[in-house]
């Protein structure tokens, strides 16, 4: 079966930084979306991978392993309004999106 | 405005009555999706389509149908709604002009409570 593993939840420190990990087994693999989404509302795009490596865009930054099946979004700098749910989603071999149950992440003043 | 739109955005019915949600996008993208967010699971797929009068069951299909008559509408029914489809739902949209790229944008989500 495909699956997507993330923590439920996590809490950091505002100005701090913090990792939420993802890791996957899918059949096939187009790539790796992360969706931001706050209480009560839709998921919003925040990256996409389908290269190893490491893809940078402001303060938030998002790796990707293909070999370990293995993701990170790492986010800097961390400001209240980074309290959300961060959502993990792999693109299978028939392009469609897998996606994982989400991790909330709380920040503490 | 543009964008992706649902109706209603809350709802609530009872066992055995039918529903339908509406989905309304202005982008003229050709793929929209239809999914259920439920704690403690991930987004999970009910239908998508691929182009108007083009549909295909997703994960968790039973107990929905969908239509899709014109582009920029996906509306999907509760033919006779059942408790565990008590969720929120949200209608997706994607243009998909290069699909290793596809990026999905959502509607706001409809809470759908069932007693």
């Known amino acids: 079966g495909q699956n997507i593993d993330q923590p439920t939840e996590m809490t950091a420190t505002e100005g701090a930084i913090v990792q939420i990990n993802c890791t996957y087994q899918?059949?096939?693999?187009?790539?790796l979306f992360w969706y931001q989404q706050h209480a009560g509302e839709a998921p919003t795009f925040l990256s996409y991978?389908?290269l190893d490596g490491l893809e940078e865009k402001g303060r938030f930054s998002s790796f990707l392993s293909r070999s370990k099946g293995y993701s990170y979004l790492l986010l800097k700098e961390l400001q209240m309004k980074d309290s959300a749910s961060y959502l993990c989603?792999?693109?299978?071999?028939?392009?469609?999106?897998?996606w994982g149950a989400g991790t909330k992440l709380i920040i503490k003043p | 405005d543009a964008g992706i739109t649902q109706s209603p955005r809350y709802k609530i019915t009872e066992t055995g009555r039918q529903v339908t949600l509406m989905c309304h996008q202005t982008?003229?993208?050709?793929?929209m999706f239809w999914y259920r967010q439920d704690l403690g699971h991930g987004l999970r797929l009910i239908y998508y389509?691929?182009?108007?009068?083009?549909?295909d069951k997703g994960e968790v299909p039973d107990g929905y149908v969908v239509s899709r008559s014109k582009t920029e509408n996906f509306p999907l029914t509760l033919e006779s709604a059942t408790r565990s489809q008590t969720s929120v739902y949200f209608c997706?949209?994607?243009?998909?002009?290069?699909?290793?790229?596809?990026?999905?944008?959502f509607g706001p989500g409809t809470r759908l409570t069932v007693l």
């Open positions: 997706a949209s994607s243009d998909r002009a290069r699909v290793e790229t596809d990026t999905q944008y």
């Open positions: 982008w003229s993208h050709s793929y």
């Open positions: 389509s691929a182009a108007a009068d083009i549909t």
């Open positions: 899918t059949s096939g693999f187009n790539g």
């Open positions: 991978n389908v």
């Open positions: 989603a792999v693109l299978d071999s028939n392009y469609q999106l897998i």
